[in-house]
Nanobody, 114 residues
Framework: VQLQASGGGLVQAGGSLRLSCASSGSTSRTDVMAWYRQTPGNEREFVASSVNGITNYADTVKGRFTISRDNGMNTVYLQMNSLKPEDTAVYYC??????????RGQGTLVTVSS
């Protein structure tokens, strides 16, 4: 199983981006699909997750970011609005199956200019 993240880029503060993460294997509602981000010298931090129709967000992105998924397309999205320079990071997707097996994708770089 591979996860392919895409959609990163350069955007001005206040702008929007939508990240996508496609899984090569079929996904289930019971899979936890999540986004994390990391900046140089810092630990990877949780951004958002979705499982069984329930979503969770880090306080820093709540109200600005929206996670959604298309299980038929085996894809999870992260709509990012009102972007801030502090959102600049490499964003990673992660899939955790009920069995506990974890898959991680390569990151996609998001740069927000002030």
């Amino acid at each position: 199983v591979q996860l392919q993240a895409s959609g990163g880029g350069l955007v001005q503060a206040g702008g929007s981006l939508r990240l996508s993460c496609a899984s090569s294997g079929s996904t289930s509602r019971t899979d936890v699909m999540a986004w994390y981000r990391q900046t140089p010298g810092n630990e990877r931090e949780f951004v958002a997750s979705s499982v069984n129709g329930i979503t969770n967000y880090a306080d820093t992105v709540k109200g600005r970011f929206t996670i959604s998924r298309d299980n038929g397309m085996n894809t999870v999205y992260l709509q990012m609005n009102s972007l801030k320079p502090e959102d600049t990071a490499v964003y990673y997707c992660k899939r955790t199956r009920r069995s506990g097996i974890v898959y991680r994708g390569q990151g996609t770089l998001v740069t927000v200019s002030s």
